[in-house]
């Protein structure tokens, strides 16, 4: 499957969102186009979301998720499939927050939310969204609360403290 000098070739799950009519009045009457939500991922750490607009639905479809696959983003993940620590994103003003969860706990979110965390490989995680509850924008706060996201090395590593210090251990 892997080719010399190409990219490895990942299996990547494709589910639409949100497909919504749009009419545009005219002299001659309604023009109706369409939009589609697309959130595209690998259920391993990676997710991309993607927005398309067509005359007809199956353009638009194609056209998200054409989007979504080259906006991905590498989620940072646990070993249990749960989120390393809260974290909140915002888009507009909608507010999602996102908290880690025991394993067994499954995914508690709305539509808009489950849709981006479960293609991103999240198993267990509790979520809150705040303000408006646009399907788009929803879409789009919890994809910048994942981009926020840091393991405990990365965290350690930017604030210049070693792992110990990070989580308060003194060795005397």
Known sequence: M???????????VEKVVRINRVSKVVKGGRRFSFNALAVVGDQRGTVGLGLGKANE????????????RRTMLQ???THKGTL???VRGRYKSTRVMLRPATPGTGIIAGEAVRSVVEQAGIR???????GSKNTINVVQATIEALRHLETPIQSAR????SLPQLFGHTFD
């Open 2 to 12: 892997l080719q010399p000098g190409t990219e490895q070739e990942r299996e990547f």
């Open 57 to 68: 639905v199956p353009d638009a479809i194609r056209k998200a998720i054409e989007t979504a």
């Open 75 to 77: 989620v940072n993940l």
């Open 84 to 86: 390393p620590h809260e």
């Open 124 to 130: 267990d995680v509790l979520t809150k969204v705040v």
């Open 158 to 161: 930017k604030r210049a403290i």
